[in-house]
């Protein structure tokens, strides 16, 4: 973890608590951590869950990898420490996200087993929910949506994960999606009964 480099700052607790929050939006907060190779289906997947949970007028949003790297995280590129610190950043802003109740959706490479162990390690108990969406590289590279796996094959692209750097597969995943078997609607609705039946919905 990196230090706080700021002086004279002091942490302001809520006048509002988390479990009136809990109350009023009628669910936990939750990181619902999507994870791996560039084509697996996460983005794909963060989207149709997201429209399933609005559907139950559950309050959520969608961080995708692509988008922040537009805005928050504009300056990092894809070396192991810009990752390392790509990945912080977002456990930090889905920490905010869950702490006001809302279940943020996260759809990033992460590649590294020890980042995403830091963003669970952040959070309260129980709060991020680890999903492997689990996709073997050929078929990857098969749908190869923005032509990233050619050009990394080519050599255009460095250290890109799966081909010049390595990605370590969860350990202890909450969720694995087999991408290359399950339909979208059916991952989808796999992460909506994940949160439903551990009790995320009040």
Known sequence: MSEVKSTNITWHAAEVSHEERQQVFGQKGAVVWFTGLSGSGKSTIARRT???????????????????????????????????????RIGEVSKLFADACVVVLTAFISPYRADRDNVRAILPAATFVEVYVNAPLEVCEQRDPKGLYVKARAGKIPEFTGISAPYEEPANAELVLHTDKLSVDECAQAVVDYLAKNGYFL
């Open 50 to 88: 997201e429209q399933l949970l609005l559907e139950r007028r559950a309050p959520t949003y969608v961080l995708d990898g692509d988008n922040i790297r537009f805005g928050l995280n504009k300056d990092l590129g894809f070396s192991p420490a810009d990752r390392t610190e790509n990945i912080r």
